[in-house]
Nanobody
Framework: QVQLVVSGGGMVQAGGSLRLSCAAS????????MAWYRQAPGIARELVAT???????NYADSVKGRFTISRDNAKNTAYLQMNSLKPEDTAVYYC??????????WGQGTQVTVSS
């Protein structure tokens, strides 16, 4: 059984920073792409950032230059460093990973609230 555990959400003032972590555990042979999504109330879930196993990254235009996705393959963990946070970044953030070649797993959401 595979599990993704997300941590690091919270409340911060505009301009502040937060770091999210997504740790995979269980019967893992391989972890491929990992990604962060977010969903604000009344809005469809949106892709925030992705990272391949070798470290190639992509970002939504809305977070480019402010957010950084990274991963530690030895720890089966992905991170999302969020700087210069804005109130519009307020959402529930989710981690997703392709594990054991073709199975998509989701972590539980973590609330990020940015106050103005």
């Amino acid at each position: 059984q595979v599990q993704l555990v997300v941590s690091g959400g919270g409340m911060v003032q505009a301009g502040g920073s937060l770091r999210l972590s997504c740790a995979a555990s269980g019967s893992i042979f391989s972890i491929g792409d990992m990604a962060w999504y977010r969903q604000a109330p009344g809005i469809a879930r949106e892709l925030v950032a992705t990272i391949t196993r070798v470290g190639t990254t992509n970002y939504a235009d809305s977070v480019k230059g402010r957010f950084t996705i990274s991963r530690d393959n030895a720890k089966n963990t992905a991170y999302l460093q969020m700087n210069s946070l804005k109130p519009e970044d307020t959402a529930v953030y989710y981690c997703e990973a392709v594990i054991n070649f073709d199975v998509h797993y989701w972590g539980q959401g973590t609330q990020v609230t940015v106050s103005s």
